[in-house]
Nanobody, 126 residues
Framework: QVQLVESGGGLVQAGDSLRLSCAPSRRTNVRYAMAWFRQAPGGEREFVGA????????SYADSIKGRFTISRGNAENTVALQMNSLKPEDTAVYYC???????????????????WGQGTQVTVSS
């Protein structure tokens, strides 16, 4: 079982930037396809962005396209989410997820992800 730990959330103003990070709690020997999801108060968990095992393939939700960038770090199974031009509607708990199987790229379906972090709160004030 792999635990993922997110960091970097906080309270910012509209137009500001934040960088979220995600790393496994222990060393892993297998590279995973990974993604970010978010859940706003009273809302359902929604897809933000996904990245393949190699980092060469990425995809994004239409609502954040052009503002957010997902990338892999140098350490195994670390992933970042650079968030620019933040809006109040971006306020949510952001979750990191990893596909524990053999999928090269797992996309926007949360059921394809086996490991999840506890989430980090992002609050954007107007």
């Amino acid at each position: 079982q792999v635990q993922l730990v997110e960091s970097g959330g906080g309270l910012v103003q509209a137009g500001d930037s934040l960088r979220l990070s995600c790393a496994p709690s222990r060393r892993t020997n297998v590279r995973y396809a990974m993604a970010w999801f978010r859940q706003a108060p009273g809302g359902e968990r929604e897809f933000v962005g996904a990245i393949s095992k190699s980092g060469l393939a990425t995809s994004y939700a239409d609502s954040i396209k052009g503002r957010f960038t997902i990338s892999r770090g140098n350490a195994e199974n670390t992933v970042a989410l650079q968030m620019n031009s933040l809006k109040p509607e971006d306020t949510a708990v952001y979750y990191c997820a990893a596909n524990g199987g053999s999928m090269y790229y797992a996309g926007n379906d949360p059921s394809r992800y086996d490991y999840w972090g506890q989430g980090t709160q992002v609050t954007v004030s107007s």
